[in-house]
């Protein structure tokens, strides 16, 4: 399984809810076995550029997740997104087996 984590941090504190909406529509996307998104909780004092979202989602495969990147609402979302976002941090990780 791979987990997939992305940090945003929004250009404008105004446009908060307008990319968390745009987020939203990954949520479309089938090939997610799980599927988040919510505001970063950790307030951490030292962290450089604050991320205000974080996208979370878990794939069977690495097939899976260039699927779901390679979906249209994945362009839809980055469409209304990326004008808006000053950071993205991605990253990928494979799950240990449990």
């Known amino acids: 399984m791979i987990r997939h984590i992305v940090f945003f941090t929004v250009r404008d504190r105004a446009d908060l809810d307008r990319v968390r909406e745009g987020l939203t529509l990954l949520a479309g996307i089938p090939h997610a076995s799980h599927w988040e998104v919510g505001p ?26 260039q699927a779901y990147k390679a ?28």
């Open 40 to 65: 970063n909780l950790n307030a951490d004092a030292l962290t450089e550029a604050p991320v205000d979202l974080v996208v979370y989602a878990e794939f069977t495969d690495a097939a899976a997740l």
């Open 71 to 98: 979906h249209p609402l994945y362009q839809q979302a980055i469409a209304i997104v990326k004008p808006l976002r000053d950071t993205r941090i991605a990253a990928d990780i494979e799950a240990a087996p449990a």
